[in-house]
């Protein structure tokens, strides 16, 4: 479960984000303004920019799919240096890419792995706690405020475009 | 996991939610603006204000836990009413409650449950899709809008308040 939780959902949000960005490009053709107007926007003067939550929801992805499965030597390496939409799409695509590689075998000891991080100071949280305490909440939160940096900019991006479709079944009758 | 997931998650997210206002209202107060500013601020004009991201966000709680454990029937019935900060604690507080009555027998049945809404017009997702691909990531897009409009507002919130206490474990030596 924590596979469809993190390599598959993640997967899907970095594609609705994919397309919640060629959206904001369509905005910015059409009202003749600069993407890089979008992208170095921000909703509060020392919050991040559309730029740095990009790549912050992309590190969450490919680190927290890392710890969980002890992989951290595996991770494509991403300088955040990316200014341009093009790069930002680069870096998206390339995350999906490595997120890809994951089978749920490799989550066979994700719940109860010990995961930490050098702010943690030594301290951490079993593989379960860090996937549902830290690394969906944090994923969700970054494409959400880059969601909400475009809408307060006037894209006109609306909630399925930040659910992605859904596997509707039709009931048998 | 379901359990895990929705009914103690959601229940530490509401708490954080509940903390991130109380910085709201001590914000407020230091500006001396009205709460109602603040309550009734949005990032954008055809966007829902801070009310309505905190009702909706309550109501992918509850209804998210009464549609995975079939208790449609049991869940307290909220009007939409809201107008002031200790009516939208209260509100936040049922919620809690009403959580805090599920056990981990109640999900027995979660993932396989066919889930769906009058919107929806017959089709269904397993309680599996709905808990992961809908109200989840839902949950997660009103607090986090929640936070955004507060944080575009000045309020001095951090990813801490909305992340919420980890468990964090020292390690044996």
């Given at each position: 479960m924590?596979?469809?939780?993190?390599?598959?959902?993640?997967?899907?949000?970095l594609n609705n984000l994919n397309n919640i960005l060629d959206k904001a490009e369509a905005f910015a053709a059409f009202k003749k303004v600069d993407m890089a107007v979008l992208l170095n926007s921000r909703l509060a003067a020392d919050q991040f920019n559309l730029i740095r939550q990009i790549q912050i929801a992309c590190d969450t992805?490919?680190?927290?799919v890392a710890r969980l499965t002890g992989q951290l030597d595996t991770m494509p390496k991403h300088d955040d240096t990316e200014m341009t939409l093009e790069e930002l799409r680069q870096r998206i695509a390339s995350v999906i890419e490595y997120l890809n590689g994951f089978s749920e075998a490799d989550f066979a000891h994700a719940a109860t792995i010990?995961?930490?991080q050098p702010r943690w100071a030594g301290k951490y949280l079993t593989g379960y706690e860090f996937a549902i305490e830290h690394a969906i909440p944090n994923l969700y939160f970054h494409i959400t405020t880059a969601y909400a940096i475009l809408r307060h900019n006037g894209v006109e991006v609306g909630k399925k475009d930040y659910?992605?479709?859904m596997p509707y079944k039709v009931p048998v009758i």
């Open positions: 924590l596979y469809d939780l993190t390599v598959v959902q993640f997967s899907k949000m992805a490919k680190v927290g010990h995961v930490s659910l992605g479709a």
